[in-house]
């Protein structure tokens, strides 16, 4: 029994995270925060870039700062709703040390 209700209440958090989602074209992307310490200088120098064709789909931020995410791309014709972010794109990289270096 407690296996049941176990699995009810995982399901009723999962329908309820999966519904909350924000259409793509609204997420604003998260500003870069000013560099500080080394490892930061270190990120924003070495940071992802990111190129794409005319044929494929740019970077769209899919996370806001409220934690909020978006419902993927809602395009109708191939490639056409992907191809340009009107709020700005998006790449998030991390940075840390390796073996104290």
């Given amino acids: 029994m407690k296996l049941r209700a176990f699995a009810t209440t995982l399901f ?3 329908i309820a995270c999966a519904s909350a989602t924000v259409d793509h074209d609204k ?3 998260i500003p870069q925060p000013e560099p500080v310490t080394i ?3 270190a990120a924003i120098k070495f940071k992802p870039q990111l190129s794409t064709s005319n044929i494929a789909c740019v970077s769209f931020p899919a996370v806001n700062a409220a934690g909020e995410v978006t419902g ?3 395009g109708t014709n191939g490639n056409d709703a992907c191809k340009y ?3 700005g794109s998006q ?3 991390r940075a840390g040390w390796y073996k104290d270096l």
């Fill in 91 to 93: 790449v998030y990289g």
């Fill in 39 to 41: 490892s930061e200088k």
């Fill in 12 to 14: 009723a958090a999962l």
């Fill in 72 to 74: 993927g791309l809602k």
């Fill in 27 to 29: 997420i604003e992307p």
């Fill in 85 to 87: 972010a009107p709020k």
